[in-house]
């Protein structure tokens, strides 16, 4: 029993990308600030030499894993169990999860040196981005984006996202947040602050593509337009030609295989990509203007211009008093 819950945690810590035993119990603080893990306890529950005793630790885990299986689950079933869980929601597969069980990767996770960390090492590299364009002076075009992931401070993975509007670059950068088999980035523009968020599906090895969703607004438009729109990342080998190539497609049936070839990924047969790209793309951006938003207010608004029985009525309660 001591044996295959140390074995479980150093499978979390490897696909966590978590290469220390301090990143791990990080984690644990992230989603429970008295999470019962700390450095001592885990040291000697990775060495196999003890057991947790509170329940907590078992609710704090799966929330860590992004599981919707309960505490008691984590707790009694078998590795084997535990693989095909981790496998669904991260992708990894049974041999990257044998390795954590390889002599140098017990040896480094007991006595808490870096080791390998897994999922999140196969993420580096640099991505070409495709999604469809948001301004309504491009409708029906696609943006072609770059993505870079590289290593962030101590175990965490960075990202930064350019594309190329108005004749020039724009930039946003951000940490990646690996949850329950996706990859969450809340990028900023570094000098306006402007948000975007983008997440992903987190992929297994060799993480040659990720599929997910970009949101933000629109930046070339006459008014802020939120939108949302599918998003189509695969990893290219020239960061060079890349990086001096952002701007709009034409959606053409091969705009997308026709990009990669320039940027050095070779496709003996286009087709069945171009068929999947087509799918996967053209169904639309999801976006709401200020014609919506005038629509519902001329609906709801009135209903807080009532008189004061009418106001009672609605239950518009004041805010209440700030303590002290």
């Known amino acids: ?4 819950f140390a074995a479980k945690l150093r499978l979390t810590a490897a696909v966590l990308g978590n290469a220390t035993h301090k990143g791990l119990c990080a984690r644990f603080r992230a989603v429970n600030p008295n999470t019962p893990c700390d450095i001592d306890r885990l040291h000697k529950w990775i060495q196999g ?7 907590q630790l078992y609710e704090d885990w799966a929330k860590v894993l992004g599981t919707h299986r309960p505490g008691t689950w984590l707790a009694t079933c078998s590795m084997n169990e535990f693989r095909d869980e981790i496998a669904l929601l991260f992708g990894a597969s049974l041999e990257d999860m044998h390795r954590t069980e390889t002599p140098r990767a017990r040896s480094e996770a007991v006595n808490g040196t870096p080791s390998d960390p897994g999922g999140l090492r196969t993420l580096y590299g640099t991505f070409a981005c495709y999604s469809l364009a948001w301004s309504p002076h491009y409708a029906g075009q696609l943006i072609r984006g770059a993505l870079r992931l590289e290593p962030g401070k101590g175990s965490t993975l960075r990202a930064t996202y350019t594309e190329a509007l108005f004749g020039g670059p724009v930039q946003m950068i951000g940490d990646v947040v690996l949850s329950g088999g996706t990859l969450h980035m809340l990028l900023r523009n570094p000098d306006t602050g402007l948000p975007a968020s983008m ?10 593509v990720l599929c997910g969703i970009l949101s933000s607004q629109a930046f070339v438009a006459h008014h802020a337009l939120p939108s949302a729109s599918r998003m189509l990342v695969v990893r290219v080998p020239s960061a ?7 701007r709009y497609l034409d959606f053409s049936p091969s705009c ?10 070779k496709l003996d047969a286009p087709g069945p990509l171009n068929a999947l790209v087509a799918a996967f793309l053209g169904r639309g951006i999801d976006q709401v203007s200020p014609i919506d938003q005038a629509s519902f207010s001329s609906a709801l608004d009135p209903l807080y211009f009532l008189p004061a029985a009418g106001k009672a009525a609605l239950r518009i309660d004041p805010a209440p008093p700030e303590p002290g």
């Not at 029993?1 to 295959?4: G, T």
């Not at 003890?50 to 329940?55: N, V």
């Not at 060079?240 to 952002?246: C, G, I, K, V």
């Open 1 to 4: 029993m001591h044996a295959e």
């Open 49 to 55: 030499r003890a057991l947790p005793r509170s329940p």
């Open 199 to 208: 997440i992903l599906i987190m992929p297994g090895p060799p993480a040659s």
């Open 240 to 246: 060079a030609r890349l990086d001096t190539s952002n």
């Open 256 to 265: 997308v295989s026709d990009d990669l070839d320039g940027l050095g990924l």
